[in-house]
Every structure is written in structure tokens, then in C-alpha cells.
């Protein structure tokens, strides 16, 4: 009887495979899902978007609070179309313009941004995506968001 459930401790052990993946290449992070995301200083920051719609369209995301809020908001017209447009700051266009606000607390709190680009790759019924970049000043301080992206869907 020793013999025997020695025996299976041994075949058990010797056929479980390591946790240990140290040779096996990582593959690239694929984002599935709806998301917002942007670099912000060299550092890429993803959030859940969200939509809504009244006088104008904005797409945003946000995360944190107090001193760790983050925020990016896009607005765009009621009818906007694919293609590329530049980011405007002049809230009296807002149903007309492209324009995009950011925080990034403590420092930068929903700051317009003054140049910068919405692109619209893909719109219908149920889908929105694009891509865009933004720069502005708030305050003494200036930022720059770069790469960033969004898909949403509404259903």
C-alpha cells in the first residue's frame, strides 16, 4: 500500500506543468470593449468612455477623485461627420465646433484645450471612433495629450 501511493504522489507531481511562463512571450495588451484613452506625459491612461448628448455630443472618461481626478471630454456637434477636425476653443460654436476640455488634478482642472484634433474614423448608428490629440494651458501650466483613442458603442 506505501508502495502504491508513493507511486501515484510521484506520477502526479511530475505531471503538473510550472506556473513559471518565463519563456513564453508576452503578446500585446488588445483592447476589446468600449474605452478612452490617451498619453499624458509619456504615460498611456485608459478609462471607461461614456456619451451623452444634448446641445452638442461629448465623449469622456474619467477616473479618481479629489487630487487623483483625470478627465478628457471631446464635444462635438450634433451632426458631426468622420473625417478630421480641428480642436476649437470658442464655447459660444459649441454646436458647430470641435472642442475638448482635461483634468488632470491637482494641477489642471477641466481646462479647454486650444488646439489640438478630433478625427472621426468610424460613425454609425451605434458606434463612434476616432482618434485625437490636444494641447492647452491652464494656468502656468501647459499639457499636451498625445495617441489618443476611443471607441463607444450605444445600443
Excluded at 46 to 57: H, T
Excluded at 100 to 128: C, E, L, Q, R, Y
Amino acid at each position: 500500500m506505501f508502495f502504491a501511493v508513493t507511486f501515484f504522489a510521484l506520477v502526479l507531481s511530475s505531471s503538473c506543468s510550472s506556473d513559471d511562463a518565463q519563456d513564453t512571450p508576452q503578446e500585446e495588451e488588445t483592447i476589446t470593449g468600449d474605452f478612452i484613452k490617451f498619453k499624458y506625459k509619456g504615460t498611456e491612461y485608459k478609462f471607461d468612455p461614456a456619451i451623452s448628448e444634448s446641445g452638442a455630443v461629448n465623449i469622456y472618461g474619467s477616473t479618481g477623485m479629489d487630487n487623483t481626478y483625470k478627465k478628457v471630454s471631446l464635444w462635438m456637434p450634433n451632426n458631426f461627420t468622420v473625417g478630421s477636425h480641428p480642436v476649437i476653443y470658442d464655447l459660444s460654436q459649441l454646436e458647430t465646433t470641435y472642442q475638448a476640455s482635461f483634468t488632470f488634478a491637482p494641477g489642471i482642472n477641466n481646462a479647454s484645450a486650444t488646439s489640438g484634433t478630433i478625427n472621426i474614423t468610424a460613425k454609425t448608428a451605434s458606434k463612434v471612433e476616432g482618434t485625437f490629440t490636444l494641447n492647452g494651458t491652464a494656468g502656468e501650466e501647459t499639457f499636451a495629450v498625445t495617441d489618443g483613442s476611443f471607441k463607444i458603442t450605444t445600443d
